[in-house]
């Protein structure tokens, strides 16, 4: 608990956090206005799905860069290195700080879109269940991008290098990977379609795209051909169980691995 509140009060009066919620808040206010002209029977699942596109590019930005910084406060502090020479392991350090960023950086988050939410209600045609599978969408996304911002932290040793790999990692994983997938798509067929597909569906961001547009109705598993049974063969809940699973175990094992590295090092 005291490390919630340390971090709580750290995110607080830092401008960054403010300043990415703004930008989110602002666009998303943007999108319900121009929302307000979509059909009432899917409208609202268009607005959601437009709002998670313009998420996957703001969002793992922030969120890469407010858990890096709150990780390399603690070694720029020489705090960690005071909490590991009296009580901490780098275990257990890595853990309680992964804990306070993802309860904090999350609940900032969520708490955004709920105030945003009575916006949704006064202009467009709201629906509770399609609001809920959105923010679960958003606190998977939320988790993946901390984690890996906490491990991008880990491993930094100047405030450029940490900058400089947060934007790389961004780019990577925003723009490259998809180009990636587009030059190896021509050599996809039927036999070898299942392990592209569990390549695919491993990108959080293929993922939850799929998640959200299955449970709110906008992709349907039934009546498949015989190629998207072999691609999607999974529910789309199952990819999103295994990417949130598998990710932050990574990410939190690789930060563990270089907290020890960097501490025996100084």
């Known amino acids: 608990m005291p490390y919630i509140w340390k971090e709580w009060l750290e995110q607080v009066r830092s401008k960054g956090l403010w300043f990415g919620l703004a930008m989110l808040m602002l666009t998303s206010l943007f999108l319900v206005a121009e929302a307000r002209s ?19 590019y703001l969002i793992p930005l922030f969120a890469m860069f407010l858990s890096s910084f709150s990780v390399f406060q603690e070694k720029e502090l020489k705090t960690n290195m005071i909490l590991l020479t009296k009580k901490e392991s ?14 904090t950086i999350i609940a900032a988050f969520v708490g955004a879109y ?25 606190i998977v996304f939320l988790i993946i991008f901390n984690q890996i911002g906490i491990f991008l932290g880990t491993i930094s ?9 947060n934007i790389l990692t961004w780019f990577f994983v925003v723009f490259l990977i998809d180009l990636i997938f587009l030059y190896v798509l021509p050599a996809i067929n039927f036999d070898n379609l299942r392990i592209f597909s569990w390549i695919y569906f491993l990108d959080p961001m293929h993922t939850l795209r799929l998640y959200l ?31 949130v699973l598998l990710w932050p175990l990574i990410f939190f094992g690789l930060s563990v691995l270089f907290e020890k590295r960097g501490g025996s090092h100084d």
Not at 157 to 165: A, D, N
């Open 90 to 103: 780098s275990l257990t350090f890595i853990f309680r700080k992964t804990i306070s960023i993802q309860f």
């Open 114 to 138: 709920l105030i945003l939410a009575f916006f949704m209600i006064g202009f467009l045609h709201f629906k509770i269940i399609s609001y809920l599978h959105f923010i679960v969408g958003l």
């Open 213 to 243: 547009e299955v449970h709110l109705g906008m992709f349907s598993l039934s009546h498949m051909s015989r190629l998207m049974e072999q691609f999607v063969f999974m529910d789309p809940w199952i990819f999103l169980i295994i990417n």
């Open 157 to 165: 040793r100047t405030k450029m290098q940490l900058i400089s790999i």
């Open 38 to 56: 979509f059909p009432e029977d899917m409208g609202f699942e268009v607005f959601l799905m437009s709002l998670f596109d313009m998420n996957m």
